[in-house]
């Protein structure tokens, strides 16, 4: 039982971490149609870039996290601007090729940036974890549980911080005047340029937000004492079958999706290899994509997406 809840507890800091990444992608794709694969790139960008905040110019990392999540959502909004806004108009699929090479590029950039090295985002939690019913041991400079739940300091702060910045993100949607007007965009564009509503603007900001969000994905992705590297990137496409499973268009089937997804995998990590060793190592991996698969059989949209109506 003990394990069962340490594993429930690591997968729920993991899943909220992933619904904060389908969070960057639906915000995204709500406004502009797009589906953004230029999205892991960024992630990855702003882990590099907490990395440097924190590790070589001394910034604590509760500071650092912010600046860099503010210098990603600037490229962001940069890169909706030269790149992305010449596709109005054109197919959907066309604009999706364009960030497929956007995130070949940055992933380029982020080598030749940070010189290919692994790094760490100096994280205040490491290795630390509490001890719930249990009593504390330390045994060669590794603390442990005995007669109890361990939960790692890092999966606690994952999950608060992510679901607190994804309830102030839906607060602010539902409450302020440009949470609104990214709102009326994202149902129907020519309506809400009637209405007076600078589309462009609500596309770059869109596009800001969810560089931001990826960027604080990054970050606490990586506060768990280990050391990142630019192809790390591609952890962050396990979002799309969360982004699936959900509603590719619903921000609540995005944190459903990416909780679900955090779990599992958690869960298939820690019995797995007991119950079915014979399907081989990270075999975790491949859960989400089965879950995708069989959630689609039988909700074509995703559990919380909008149903498409058309009419001969």
């Known amino acids: 039982m003990n394990?069962?809840?340490?594993?429930?507890?690591?997968?729920?800091g993991q899943g909220a971490v992933y619904a904060l990444i389908a969070v960057s992608f639906v915000i995204i794709y709500r406004a502009t149609g797009v589906l953004n694969f230029a999205q892991p790139a960024l992630l990855i960008l702003g882990t590099f870039a907490t990395s440097v905040f924190a590790t070589q110019m001394g910034v604590p990392f509760f500071v650092a996290v912010p600046i860099a999540m503010l210098v990603v959502a600037a490229?962001?909004?940069?890169?909706?601007?030269?790149?992305?806004?010449?596709?109005?108009?054109?197919?959907?699929?066309?604009?999706?090729?364009v960030t497929v090479g956007l995130f070949i590029v940055l992933l380029v950039v982020a080598f030749r940036l940070f010189d290919s090295k692994p790094r760490t985002v100096g994280d205040p939690w490491q290795l630390s974890s509490v001890c719930i019913g249990g009593e504390t041991t330390e045994s060669?400079?590794?603390?442990?549980?005995?007669?109890?739940?361990?939960?790692?300091?890092?999966?606690?702060?994952?999950f608060v911080i992510s679901l607190v910045v994804i309830g102030v993100l839906g607060w602010w949607l539902t409450?302020?005047?440009?949470?609104?007007?990214?709102?009326?965009?994202s149902l129907n564009q020519e309506t809400a340029l009637a209405q007076g509503i600078s589309v462009g603007r609500m596309f770059s900001i869109s596009w800001a937000i969810g560089?931001?969000?990826?960027?604080?994905?990054?970050?606490?992705?990586?506060?768990?004492?280990?050391?990142?590297?630019?192809?790390?990137?591609?952890?962050?496409?396990?979002?799309?079958?969360?982004?699936?499973?959900g509603g590719i268009d619903s921000l609540k089937g995005a944190v459903v999706g990416g909780l679900i997804v955090g779990l599992a995998m958690a869960l298939?990590?820690?019995?797995?290899?007991?119950?079915?060793?014979?399907?081989?190592?990270?075999?975790?991996?491949?859960?989400?994509?089965?879950?995708?698969?069989?959630?689609l059989l039988v909700r074509p949209y995703g559990i919380y997406g909008t149903k498409e109506v058309q009419r001969v």
């Open 268 to 295: 298939t990590k820690t019995y797995q290899p007991m119950f079915a060793p014979w399907l081989g190592t990270n075999f975790d991996n491949v859960v989400p994509y089965l879950i995708m698969i069989v959630v």
């Open 3 to 12: 394990t069962l809840l340490s594993s429930l507890a690591t997968g729920l």
């Open 211 to 245: 560089g931001g969000l990826a960027a604080l994905a990054g970050a606490l992705l990586a506060a768990n004492g280990s050391v990142v590297q630019a192809t790390d990137a591609l952890f962050a496409l396990v979002a799309l079958p969360a982004i699936i499973l």
């Open 175 to 185: 409450r302020s005047r440009i949470g609104l007007a990214m709102r009326a965009t």
């Open 140 to 158: 060669f400079g590794v603390t442990g549980c005995t007669g109890g739940v361990q939960i790692y300091e890092n999966a606690i702060a994952r």
């Open 75 to 97: 490229l962001s909004a940069g890169i909706e601007r030269v790149a992305i806004r010449p596709m109005v108009g054109r197919p959907a699929f066309s604009a999706a090729i």
